[in-house]
T-cell receptor, first 111, second 114 residues
Framework: GESVGLHLPTLSVQEGDNSIINCAYS??????FIWYKQESGKGPQFIID?????DKRQGQRVTVLLNKTVKHLSLQIAATQPGDSAVYFC??????????FGTGTRLKVLA | GAGVSQTPSNKVTEKGKYVELRCDPI?????LYWYRQSLGQGPEFLIY????????DSGLPNDRFFAVRPEGSVSTLKIQRTERGDSAMYLC????????????FGPGTRLTVT
């Protein structure tokens, strides 16, 4: 399939290991954040969200951590699988409906 | 259930031509968004519809770009006098309503202007 991006920051992880993808956001007033996964040739897919009144939220194999002090988000993927290979974007709202997306991180899972 | 669909999946056109990109949102979703994604970048907002009206078109790069949603469902993004710089992935998303709701994205249309 077509590559989403050729010069993205890349994280290479051994299958079965945990992955941590980081994101810095710009607006200290942002109250909601989303992580999206984008596989090659596909649109972004929602993974998990978090509101600013939380510092941690867990989903299935994924955890998002929010550090408002330094305006930092991280996405942790437990027991990374080959199907996790994709580009991951964090997004923060701009106003009440627009989202601003980060540049993305490519996750490569090594067999 | 059916997700957001976009047609065509790929479009190759010559510089100066007119193109239309179509988006079918999830049934019942009142909010519809168009984004553009260049290689190596995150999606960039173009326009937002709430129902039939364009509530915010501030992301459209210039007046060659226009979008409509006449019946509050299907939307068409129209690009006149295409330029090579218009080449990108055009993504459509829909959500159940205004606000910090999850946006569901379609697979995108890859536009290439030669």
């Amino acid at each position: 399939g077509e590559s989403v991006g050729l010069h993205l920051p890349t994280l290479s992880v051994q299958e079965g290991d945990n992955s941590i993808i980081n994101c810095a956001y710009s607006n200290s007033a942002s109250d909601y954040f989303i992580w999206y996964k984008q596989e090659s040739g596909k649109g972004p897919q929602f993974i998990i969200d978090i509101r600013s009144n939380m510092d941690k939220r867990q989903g299935q194999r994924v955890t998002v951590l929010l550090n408002k002090t330094v305006k930092h988000l991280s996405l942790q993927i437990a027991a990374t699988q080959p199907g996790d290979s994709a580009v991951y974007f964090c997004a923060e709202p701009s106003g009440t409906y627009k989202y601003i997306f980060g540049t993305g991180t490519r996750l490569k899972v090594l067999a | 259930g059916a997700g957001v669909s976009q047609t065509p999946s790929n479009k190759v056109t010559e510089k100066g031509k007119y193109v239309e990109l179509r988006c079918d949102p999830i049934s019942g979703h009142t909010a519809l968004y168009w984004y553009r994604q260049s290689l190596g970048q995150g999606p960039e907002f173009l326009i937002y519809f709430q129902g039939t009206g364009a509530a915010d078109d501030s992301g459209l790069p210039n007046d060659r770009f226009f979008a409509v949603r006449p019946e509050g469902s299907v939307s068409t993004l129209k690009i006149q006098r295409t330029e090579r710089g218009d080449s990108a992935m055009y993504l459509c998303a829909s959500s159940a309503g205004q606000g910090a709701y999850e946006q569901y994205f379609g697979p995108g249309t890859r536009l290439t202007v030669t």
